[in-house]
């Protein structure tokens, strides 16, 4: 029952926020603009209405009802048709960021669970907690710095090619590597000592069959419970990787979707894009909404007896 209560919540949890998503993307948000004295000077207001926000949440409702779709974009096309083309490739980073994350995080945090008493290696903690200290879009701008000027012969920028999404996903993952590391490494320092080790030690169980057969198991619980952070990681670097890399990936396509100096500026040339802003956000709500049931499932099956 409580394994069915916590399903329930997540899902009414993820429906009240696309409400607010929905909500948020259609208020109104042209300003007013008047023009003022001889010299033509031009003046920016914004007063609330509510008939234009019932305007806007009608016309969305009717797209959806009568055209079966959230809208059309700057290029005339349907929003969905722009979201599965984008999501398509941004999907690609995500999971292999996803993959790199769970995989070299485990590994380094093992290696920093042996270098814990040893604080002088470079490769050990020190450095873990050294790039988790840089602020994660610093860290990303130092390393595309490195790769244009010292490592030329690779194409960085673009999404043409077959392999171009792996740079992007090894970007977006590292943060979240390194927070992996950090929790793997303390759930193993929490377990050492335990009376289980001294007994499979005491059978004559190597050390690094203690580990893996025992000791990692036992820290999978903390280690998979985090499942959700790390993918919330991930989304929330993959809109700067995106930019800088020239990825044309869903979080670039909504980002283009805001418009924001046109928005602000109150300019003519400001285009709506409100179906593909929400179609983006549900997308990406989706993602985080599948890593937490599958998180739950996970933690149902390793959670300690």
């Known amino acids: 029952m409580g394994f069915t209560w916590k399903i329930t919540k997540t899902l009414l949890f993820f429906l009240f926020v696309a409400i607010l998503l929905i909500l948020a993307v259609l ?33 969305f409702i009717h797209d959806v009802r009568e055209n079966g779709t959230l809208g059309f974009t700057r290029y005339d096309n349907p929003a969905e048709e722009e979201i599965l083309l984008h999501m398509k490739r941004s999907l690609k980073v995500i999971v292999t960021a996803f993959i790199i994350t769970l995989i070299f995080g485990i590994l380094k945090g093992i290696y920093d669970f042996y270098d814990r008493w040893n604080g002088w290696n470079i490769f050990g903690k020190g450095m873990t907690w050294l790039l988790q200290s840089i602020p994660d879009f ?4 130092c390393l595309q710095w490195l790769i244009i000027f010292y490592l030329p012969f690779i194409r960085i920028f673009g999404h043409d090619h077959w392999y171009s999404f792996l740079l992007p996903a090894f970007l977006v993952s590292l943060y979240p590597m390194l927070y992996i590391a950090r929790i793997t490494s303390t759930a193993l320092g929490s377990e050492k000592g335990k009376p289980y080790i001294q007994v499979a030690r005491s059978k004559g169980l190597s050390g690094k069959k203690v580990l893996w057969k025992h000791m990692l198991r036992n820290s999978l619980y903390p280690i998979l419970s985090n499942l959700t952070a790390v993918m919330l990681y991930l989304l929330s670097n993959l809109l700067i990787v995106e930019y800088l890399l020239d990825y044309r990936g869903a979080a670039f396509r909504m980002f283009q979707a805001f418009d924001v100096s046109k928005a602000i500026s109150g300019n003519n040339r400001f285009i709506d894009e409100s179906g593909l802003i929400i179609g983006f956000g549900l997308s990406f709500m989706i993602i985080v ?16 007896r």
Do not use: C
């Open 138 to 141: 610093f860290l990303i701008i």
């Open 289 to 304: 909404l599948i890593s937490q049931v599958i998180t739950l499932f996970i933690m149902k099956k390793v959670e300690p």
């Open 27 to 59: 208020f109104p948000r042209s300003p007013d603009i008047a023009v003022h004295g001889k010299a033509m000077t031009v003046e920016y207001g914004y007063e609330f209405s509510w008939n234009a926000y019932k305007h806007n949440i009608s016309m």
